[in-house]
């Protein structure tokens, strides 16, 4: 009931100081970004099985709103990350999976912030991020979703160490991932407001 999964990086895949790492390098215009990603930490996360109505995820994992970064990287389509992979991203904290019915599955999730892709062995800045997930998977080859994913920021942008920026992120979303024949159709579109002060 207790399994334990870790990925390391074991390249030069750091980028300490940059917005997210070079992988992908559109994270760089990433809404929901850390500004750190000098780790070789990529995944290192717990998951407990005890109850059936709940499986509970602690530890640095990737947000489960992105189908590319919840796929392996050798079972991906194509060599490069989407957009929506900087948006979206990794960091640490604790998810809940509450399957509601066989085809019907409820996500939710308390993160330290909005990390980058190689993890972050410190944030610069005091935030949270939350959200909440429903998934519909009739079969294997269908599944959609409808999400939700708000960052809560307070950022030292002068270097002073005062959190003198306020910079808020409400997501919201949907995706559709379709197999028929060897064809396949996935996709996923997110709109992000910042309300920064």
Do not use: C
């Not at 709103?65 to 796929?71: A, D, G, K, P, R």
């Not at 330290?112 to 190689?118: Q, W």
């Not at 379709?178 to 396949?184: L, M, P, T």
């Amino acid at each position: 009931n207790v399994s334990f999964y870790a990925a390391l990086e074991g390249t030069n895949n750091t980028s300490a100081g940059a917005f997210g790492s070079q992988v992908p390098a559109l994270a760089s215009g990433a809404l929901l970004q850390d500004n750190t990603a000098d780790s070789r930490l990529v995944d290192m996360y717990v998951t407990i099985t005890y109850l059936e109505w709940v499986t509970v995820l602690i530890g640095q994992m990737p947000t489960p709103v992105s189908y590319e970064l919840n796929t392996d990287e050798y079972d991906l389509e194509t060599i490069n990350y989407s957009q929506f992979v900087g948006i979206a991203n990794r960091d640490r904290g604790i998810g809940f999976i509450i399957p509601l019915h066989p085809e019907l599955t409820f996500l939710t999730w308390v993160l330290n912030g909005s990390g980058a892709i190689s993890g972050a062995t410190n944030d610069p800045d005091d935030r949270y991020a939350y959200g909440a997930m429903l998934e519909y998977q009739p079969y294997d080859e269908f599944k959609m979703k409808v999400f939700g994913h708000f960052t809560e920021n307070n950022v030292d942008t002068t270097g002073n160490g005062a959190n003198d920026t306020n910079a808020d992120v409400d997501a919201l979303g949907a995706g559709l991932d379709y197999k028929w024949y060897g064809f396949r159709l996935t996709g996923e579109f997110v709109r992000a407001r910042i309300k920064s002060t």
